[in-house]
């Protein structure tokens, strides 16, 4: 079976504050794919970034960066210099496994709250 | 673009009445996908689409019907609500996944949240 851990549910930190996010997931397949999404207050789920298993190559976008670890099985998302904008839910996902349908399943992890004080 | 839209925002149901939630998504997106949240456990898949006329089981199918009758609209329907589906409700859609699969970026709606009592 497929697993998402985020074991941190809520995180607070002081704008300008770096702060990392843990994504621990577990699949017993080669081939898979992780997300980041985050959730503002809004609502609304919005993208942030797709890695496959084969890729481990760390990325970073603008004060966003993302670690990969195959051999942790982790994908850890790490804001630099956060801001009060960056307060929402972030959600870590994994592709993987398979459903009755023969396509490969999407399981979210629980997700971690991130309050930003200015 | 109005990307993915979702009625109604809010609803009420007393139990044992049936209710239909509408997704529509204007981006000629291939997959489309039902989603419940509830505190704590992250979104889990209800059912999914993926193409006009086809529809699949998810993680939590049970007590949900969906139909796919156009490419752009996706229908969610309880046919008898229990206040265990009490939760908000996500749709999203995708273009088309690697083999088929669930694999691409989604694009969410901004939810509806639905009450049971």
């Known amino acids: 079976a497929q697993k998402v851990t985020q074991a941190q549910t809520e995180i607070s930190v002081v704008e300008k504050e770096d702060v990392t996010l843990d994504c621990v997931y577990e699949?017993?397949?080669?081939?898979?794919?992780l997300f980041w999404y985050k959730q503002p207050p809004s609502g609304e789920l919005v993208f942030l970034i797709r890695r496959n298993s084969f890729d481990e190559q760390n990325e970073i976008s603008g004060r966003y960066s993302w670690n990969f670890q195959k051999s942790t099985s982790s994908f850890n998302f790490t804001i630099t210099a956060s801001q009060v904008v960056d307060s929402a839910v972030y959600f870590c996902a994994l592709s993987a496994g398979y459903m009755d349908t023969g396509r490969r399943a999407l399981t979210f992890g629980s997700g971690t709250r991130l309050q930003v004080q200015p | 673009n109005a990307g993915v839209t979702q009625t109604p925002k809010f609803r009420v149901l007393k139990t044992g009445q049936s209710m239909t939630l509408l997704c529509a998504q204007d981006m000629n997106h291939e997959y489309m996908y039902w989603y419940r949240q509830d505190p704590g456990m992250g979104l889990r898949l209800i059912h999914y689409?993926?193409?006009?006329?086809?529809?699949a089981k998810g993680e939590v199918p049970d007590g949900y019907n969906v139909s796919r009758l156009k490419k752009q609209n996706f229908l969610l329907g309880l046919e008898s609500a229990a206040p265990s589906q009490t939760s908000v409700y996500f749709c999203?859609?995708?273009?088309?996944?690697?083999?088929?699969?669930?694999?691409?970026?989604?694009?969410f709606g901004p939810g509806t949240r639905l009450t049971v009592l």
């Open positions: 699949t017993r397949d080669t081939t898979y794919y």
């Open positions: 999203a859609s995708s273009y088309l996944g690697t083999s088929g699969n669930l694999d691409n970026e989604q694009f």
């Open positions: 689409s993926v193409g006009e006329g086809t529809t």
